[in-house]
Structure formats: C-alpha cells, structure tokens
C-alpha cells in the first residue's frame, strides 16, 4: 500500500520559517519525481515545486516561490523536504505531496497514475 504522509505545517508569522516533510512507503521512491501542491479555500490546487527522481531537476511554480522556497529530497530516507523562507499571507494553504512521472505530477496531477498524500496545513498569520 502507498503511503505518503505530510508533517512540519504549522501557524507562523510573516517572514517566519518552516520546513516540510514527506515520508513516501510502498513504492520505489527513487523511481519517482516528487512535488508540492497547495491549495486554499480561494484558489485551485497549485503546483508549488517538483524534483526530478534523482534530484538533478527542480522545477518553482513562479518567481516568487523560487527565490523563497527549496525543494529536495532524501532518497535514502524515502523522504521529501520543502524549505519555506520568509512566508507570506498568500503561503497559507494545505500543502500535499505527490508522486508520479515528472510530466504527470507537474502538467497531470489528476492522473491516477499519481499518488498522493492527505496534507498539511500551513497559516500565516500576524
């Protein structure tokens, strides 16, 4: 059974920091690409950020989350990080990791050749 399991959310001020994680079981999560999505009450599910499966490749949803955020991933550890700087009101959402080809996870997250996991929360807030 595939497994992917968020952690690290939490409620922060503007300009605070936090770091997600994403523990992936039962597939071979090298063989895998890797992204965040989030989504909020106001807006559609949105790609954040993907990884290649062997981490060469990285791909930021906009400018803004590229100079802010960094993902990476730890394959010996079957797990996959993002690094949230400097947040923002606009970054309050519930991040989710998915797994999956690293055309479908980033152009076909629909496709039920993905996986994914139930979220985190993230609030920014003053």
């Known amino acids: 059974q595939v497994q992917l399991v968020e952690s690290g959310g939490g409620l922060v001020q503007p300009g605070e920091s936090l770091r997600l994680s994403c523990a992936v079981s039962?597939?071979?999560?090298?063989?895998?690409?890797m992204s965040w999505y989030r989504q909020n009450p106001e807006k559609e599910r949105q790609l954040v950020a993907a990884?290649?499966?062997?981490?060469?490749?990285?791909?930021y949803a906009d400018y803004s989350v590229k100079v802010r955020f960094r993902i990476s991933r730890d394959n010996a550890k079957n797990s996959l990080y993002l690094q949230m700087n400097n947040l923002k009101f606009e970054d309050t959402a519930e991040y989710f990791c998915?797994?999956?080809?690293?055309?479908?996870?980033?152009?076909?997250?629909?496709?039920?050749?993905?996986?994914w996991g139930k979220g985190t929360l993230v609030t920014v807030s003053s």
């Open positions: 990884i290649s499966p062997n981490g060469s490749l990285t791909d």
């Open positions: 039962g597939l071979t999560f090298s063989n895998y690409a």
């Open positions: 998915n797994a999956g080809s690293y055309y479908n996870i980033r152009y076909n997250p629909n496709s039920d050749m993905n996986y």
